[in-house]
């Protein structure tokens, strides 16, 4: 019975890593060696420790803006409602923002027969 190649590959390294371990010969996880590495490991540390929060700090608050805009665009009558549910959005971490998305996307039932228009003030 034939074993696939992979298996026979894998088989292969496997037994050469085996023999080198118990030969004595020092092995290296990798290539690189030198202070650069060093300098650039540091450089890739404050990146990620300094960048990336902002970077999803602001994602997360243009991302909770959204139904803000959306209202604008729209002319929804209710879009200072739907910036303050924006901001207590923001101040809950995100948990009413599901509904201030729907209430941007929506229109209220009664709101023409109670205001005589669908439009927010700033329109006209």
């Given at each position: 019975m034939t074993m696939p190649g992979w298996v026979g590959r894998a088989t292969r390294a496997a037994r050469l890593a085996g023999a080198m371990m118990l030969s004595g010969v020092p092995l290296r996880a990798h290539a690189m060696t030198g202070p650069w590495v060093d300098t650039a490991?540091?450089?890739?540390?404050?990146?990620?420790?300094?960048?990336?929060?902002?970077?999803?700090?602001?994602?997360?608050?243009?991302?909770?803006?959204?139904?803000?805009?959306?209202?604008?665009?729209?002319?929804?009558?209710?879009?200072?409602?739907?910036?303050?549910l924006c901001i207590l959005s923001l101040i809950f971490g995100g948990l009413l923002w599901p509904f201030a998305w729907l209430w941007a996307y929506s229109r209220p039932v009664m709101f023409k027969l109670a205001y005589g228009t669908e439009k927010h003030e700033d329109y006209y």
């Open positions: 490991a540091d450089v890739l540390a404050w990146f990620v420790i300094v960048l990336v929060p902002v970077a999803g700090i602001y994602l997360f608050w243009k991302v909770h803006i959204l139904p803000e805009i959306i209202a604008e665009k729209r002319h929804h009558p209710q879009k200072d409602a739907i910036k303050t």
